[in-house]
């Protein structure tokens, strides 16, 4: 919300055909409020509580978009998990951080850590925030979007909590 980014991840099976041409031509015509960053198509056959893909196809721009909480910036891909109310996340996240008090000598652990937006605006008030995630791809860009804000006292790892 706070950039205006938008990406968008149409799911479906390889037993339907998309004509991806005719698609990206009519998001693009919508009036949308904020700019697509990304169009992209996904291919899944299983079954799933969560979005997945055997295969996917980015149509229109790159593969992420940038999102900004409480001064940070995230880098957030389709499959990498991110609140999508970006005004109401920050005064959650202010919330949580003003209810852990003086962390500054303790370690956070970030359960289900997602991109690791929560750890990330908790690193400045731990001695060291250590994320751990099931999917490969939100940890890749947790480690990524550490890296971006500049913050040294964030791990983040792929495993089954």
Same mark, same amino acid.
């Given at each position: 919300? &706070? ?5 968008i991840?149409?799911? #479906?099976?390889?037993? +339907? ?5 005719? /698609? ?6 919508? %009036?949308?409020?904020?700019k697509?960053? !990304?169009i ?5 056959? @299983?079954?799933?509580?969560?979005? $997945? ?7 229109? @721009?790159?593969?992420?978009? #940038? ?6 910036? /995230?880098?957030i891909?389709s499959? +990498?998990?991110f609140?999508?109310? +970006?005004? @109401? ?5 202010? =919330?949580?951080?003003? /209810?852990?008090?003086? #962390?500054?000598? &303790?370690? =956070?652990?970030?359960?289900? +850590?997602g #991109?690791?937006t929560? @750890? ?7 001695? $060291?925030v250590?994320g ?8 890749? &860009?947790?480690?990524?979007?550490? &890296?971006?804000?500049?913050?040294? %006292? !964030? ?7």
């Amino acid at each position: 919300e &706070k950039t205006g980014e938008i990406l968008i991840n149409l799911i #479906t099976t390889s037993q +339907s055909t998309l004509n991806e041409k005719e /698609f990206v031509e009519l998001i693009l015509a919508m %009036n949308l409020e904020g700019k697509v960053k !990304c169009i992209a198509h996904s291919i899944f056959d @299983g079954v799933a509580d969560a979005a $997945k893909a055997d295969s996917m196809k980015v149509l229109y @721009g790159n593969d992420q978009i #940038t999102e900004e909480l409480l001064g940070l910036k /995230f880098n957030i891909s389709s499959f +990498s998990f991110f609140q999508t109310n +970006s005004l @109401g996340a920050e005064k959650l996240y202010l =919330i949580v951080r003003d /209810f852990i008090g003086n #962390t500054k000598d &303790k370690v =956070i652990f970030d359960l289900y +850590s997602g #991109t690791g937006t929560i @750890g990330q605006i908790l690193a400045s008030a731990a001695k $060291k925030v250590i994320g751990i995630e099931i999917v490969e791809e939100a940890v890749e &860009k947790a480690n990524e979007n550490a &890296k971006l804000n500049n913050l040294n %006292n !964030c791990t983040f790892i792929a495993g089954d909590v």
